[in-house]
C-alpha cells in the first residue's frame, strides 16, 4: 500500500485531515522510539500499509499491548491537577488544529466569560 493510501486511510477513518496527521506522526513516534518492540511493530504494520487501524482494533495480537499502553495513560491523566489537564488539553487541540489557547475559563465550558 503506498504512503498516500494509508493517509486516506487514517483520513477516513479520524473523519479530520488534521486528526489524521496528527495520528499519522503518533505511528512514526511509536515505531521510532518510545513504544516497545509491539507497539513499534503494529505502529509499522499500519504505516507501511500492512493494516489498519480498524483491523488493529480488533486483532488479539496487539489486545495487551494497547490496553497496557491505555492503563499507562489513564494513570498518568488521573495524577494531573485541574490546571494540568486544562494546559494539556490546551497543548493537544494546538498540536492538532494549530488553535490558539483558550484562557482556562473557557476552556472548561467552551464559551468566553460573559456569552449566555
Same mark, same amino acid.
Given at each position: 500500500?503506498?504512503?498516500? *493510501?494509508?493517509?486516506?486511510?487514517?483520513?477516513?477513518?479520524?473523519?479530520? !485531515?488534521?486528526?489524521?496527521?496528527?495520528?499519522?506522526?503518533?505511528?512514526?513516534?511509536?515505531?521510532?522510539?518510545?513504544?516497545?518492540?509491539?507497539?513499534?511493530?503494529?505502529?509499522?504494520?499500519?504505516?507501511?500499509?500492512? +493494516?489498519?487501524?480498524?483491523?488493529?482494533?480488533?486483532?488479539?495480537?496487539?489486545?495487551? *499491548?494497547? +490496553?497496557?499502553?491505555?492503563?499507562?495513560?489513564?494513570?498518568?491523566?488521573?495524577?494531573?491537577?485541574?490546571?494540568?489537564?486544562?494546559?494539556?488539553?490546551?497543548?493537544?487541540?494546538?498540536?492538532?488544529?494549530?488553535?490558539? !489557547?483558550?484562557? !482556562?475559563?473557557?476552556?472548561?465550558?467552551? +464559551?468566553?466569560?460573559?456569552?449566555?
Amino acid at each position: 500500500m503506498t504512503d498516500d *493510501a494509508v493517509r486516506r486511510g487514517l483520513e477516513d477513518m479520524a473523519g479530520d !485531515p488534521k486528526l489524521a496527521e496528527s495520528i499519522r506522526r503518533s505511528l512514526e513516534q511509536l515505531r521510532d522510539r518510545s513504544a516497545g518492540p509491539d507497539l513499534a511493530e503494529l505502529a509499522r504494520d499500519v504505516l507501511d500499509g500492512r +493494516t489498519d487501524l480498524r483491523a488493529v482494533a480488533r486483532s488479539a495480537a496487539y489486545a495487551s *499491548a494497547i +490496553t497496557d499502553g491505555i492503563a499507562s495513560y489513564r494513570s498518568w491523566e488521573a495524577r494531573l491537577s485541574p490546571e494540568e489537564r486544562i494546559s494539556f488539553e490546551r497543548e493537544a487541540r494546538n498540536l492538532i488544529y494549530g488553535e490558539p !489557547p483558550k484562557r !482556562p475559563d473557557t476552556a472548561r465550558t467552551g +464559551t468566553d466569560v460573559g456569552d449566555t
